[in-house]
């Protein structure tokens, strides 16, 4: 998703990317794009909140049915008293899907074999933190205790024997989410797509296994926050530094900010770095692996280098 593309772009392509997945918002996303009020009615919205999943989010949060009629979501925002648009101003795309654990946890065992120090960027309510906590079925392969994470693989990926240790974790956001306040856990429930009953409920297993253990959730922008918290980390360990849907939201001088640090920090030694983004956002994690031209879903890398193709949510893991 290319957050500055033309809006009717991006709901096409987001379409795309719920095709099969979920059938309200491919239909929904697919007519906005030919709808031309709507499109008027989002274009008068700041570009980084005319996203879909924001915009479809904050018209649920305010009652719109989902799995529901396009007409009653399209009445909704032309209807607009100021509501729907005062929950997009004030909300924003937050999804925090452990989902992506089963995708991510191959790359954290393969960098570090012993209890790591854990920092993640973009971290939102810091569920993914807990990596420790779950077990993961790969195809036959299941390892460890906790709730089910499950992805299919292909490519022969290197999966870990055991679940991976962790020391010390920590995360930083722009705005990181409590998970002891229902209201912010309320809206990442809103922020999973209509028709994903297991990712609702995936969703409230990890806020009890977060709220037993608070994570410490850094306030403020990755590339400021970033260094010393790596500094902090390494006394506990060696330190992982992973991000998920996250770089996208940069704007793209940061982008090349970010590549530019995180090369730096794993040239000095000082951490591994785990990526997980599409593929048009870390163009130079992309070229360094054979990703096709057409990869829809992430481009995991580790400490820069592409490895792996992931589904979004954490479905399916492809070995490059
Ligand atoms: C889509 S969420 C992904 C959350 C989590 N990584 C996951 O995979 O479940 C993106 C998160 O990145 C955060 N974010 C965006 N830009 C950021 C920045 N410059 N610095 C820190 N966090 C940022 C947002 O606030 C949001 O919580």
Redesign the pocket.
Known sequence: MDLAADTAEQYRDFALDARDYSPCYDDWCTRVADDAEVLAWLDRLPLPKRQPNLVLAAARWHGVPAPGPYDAFRSALLADDGTIVATIRAR???????G?LATLVPAFALVADRPVALI?????AG??LFPDRYSYAWGGRTIGSGPLLTASVSGDPPLPAAVPSVAWRAG????P?DVTDDDAMRWLSFLVWPEHEERRARLATAVAIARSAPPVLVR????D?LPALVATAAAHGPVVVF????AV??PPE?RDRFQALMTGLVAEGRCHWVS?EAASVLPEVTASGPVPSDARGFVLGIDGRAVALTHGHGAWLRWL
């Open positions: 924003s795309t937050q999804t925090n899907e452990v992506r993640e960027v973009g971290a939102s569920l993914n930083v956001d722009l705005n989410l403020g922008n990755l590339l926050e991000h998920s849907a996250v939201y940069l940061d997980n």
